[in-house]
């Protein structure tokens, strides 16, 4: 086993929670999350995932695009290039990041990689300007701003014709306009204060510990409805989940912030009849070893780990494969990355092995030369 810091010769450190079964499906979850625990017989879980880095920034890389190399299209911008988007103000790819800080890795986990620029993910934040720079001077009227869009545009267009096939500057023309676009549909979109307070209090918008990410869920929301194609949202700054030290108090703070957000997130899909066509997927990038580390804490264990979906055709109430006895390696169905992205392409409509970019005389995809969609979660 590929371990770090020599902890697989240490105890086994014992969970401390109680892990009950729930719904008619009878899924064990933990009391660290007893507002999912609710929505079990809307879960798909999966208990034998495995990956190829025990180091975060490749081994978020891999979830996010594929690979373990940075560079590569990220799940969303796959998505986005074979699909398209539903709205044409809006990107068809939108990350929601903590504001507490970036991700291990950074950008690159949601950017196009060989792609087109146009399917990187857009940043939106949290506060009072989600959106940087979305909107004009104020000395700028419409009209003066149309113009000035139109001459860039021409200038662009002109550009473009002495350099065929150039995706940057492509994508820099169709950029500009959807940025035009967007100052119009985005505001609304990104206005909580249209809910109503039972909604809100459903993402946990009155409570301090959970009103940060609730807002990102129920954001997650309005943006689906209006037809972004992808949202992701991070949990957690680059050492938010990072349980090296003390995994109860880290996780304990943590699933307090998320728990009752993202089961708000998936009761409000349902009864708004959206959960059918909507696939949400919870996870990252690996678990954490049975072994102790620092006494109380764990490191990192991509070998087996744990990551459910609900909606979108997925078998609801269903548990698939399982780790060794103590929670170390996958061993009964395993699923790789590049098996979760096969399924996760499949549920969206897609083929994966169809699914391709012409680069330096090979076709690439999201799953490399390998997927296999995970039959036994499709309803």
């Not at 796959?78 to 990107?91: A, I, K």
């Not at 009155?206 to 992808?230: H, M, S, Y």
Request: with cysteine.
């Amino acid at each position: 086993v590929a371990t770090r810091r020599k902890v697989a010769a240490n105890p086994l450190l014992g969970t401390r929670r109680t892990f009950r079964r729930h719904g008619r499906s009878g899924i064990p979850i933990s009391d660290f999350l007893p507002h999912i625990a609710e929505c079990a017989d809307d879960l798909a879980v999966i208990r034998s995932c495995w990956a190829d880095s025990v180091n975060h920034p490749q081994a978020v890389y891999q979830m996010n695009t594929g690979s373990i190399l940075m560079g590569k299209p990220s799940l969303g911008s796959w998505v986005g290039y074979g699909l398209g988007t539903e709205n044409r103000d809006l990107p068809a790819f939108v990350v929601l990041p903590d504001p507490a800080g970036g991700i291990k890795g950074g950008p690159p986990a949601y950017g196009a990689g060989f792609l087109p620029a146009t399917h990187q993910g857009t940043v939106v934040r949290s506060g009072m300007h989600p959106i940087l720079d979305l909107a004009p001077p104020p000395e700028m009227t419409e009209r003066s701003q149309r113009r000035m869009l139109d001459l860039i545009g021409k200038l662009n267009s002109h550009h473009l014709e002495s350099r065929d096939d150039d995706e940057e500057l492509n994508a820099r023309i169709q950029t500009y306009e959807l940025a035009y676009r967007m100052q119009s549909a985005a505001p609304e979109a990104v206005e909580l204060n249209n809910e109503t307070a039972e909604t809100k209090r459903l993402y946990g918008l009155d409570r301090k510990e959970t009103a940060e990410f609730g807002a990102r869920c129920l954001l997650a929301r309005r943006l689906v409805e209006r037809g972004v194609r992808f949202v992701q949202l991070y949990s957690g700054d680059v050492n938010g989940w990072d349980a090296h030290d003390d995994v109860e108090l880290n996780h304990s703070r943590m699933c307090a912030k998320t728990d009752k957000p993202v089961a708000g997130l998936l009761k409000d899909l349902k009864r708004r009849g959206l959960l059918d066509e909507t696939l949400v997927i919870w996870g990252g990038e690996f678990g954490r070893m049975p072994m102790s580390e620092s006494g109380r804490g764990r490191d990192h264990n991509p070998h087996g780990f744990t990551v459910w979906m609900a909606g979108a055709g997925i078998k609801a109430g269903t548990v698939h494969g399982a780790t060794d006895a103590v929670g170390l390696r996958a061993e009964v169905d395993r699923v790789h990355v590049h098996d979760l992205h096969a399924t996760i392409l499949h549920l969206l409509g897609v083929d994966h092995t169809r699914l391709t970019f012409s680069i330096n005389g090979r076709d690439e995809r999201l799953t490399d030369t390998a997927g296999k969609v995970i039959r036994s979660m499709i309803s």
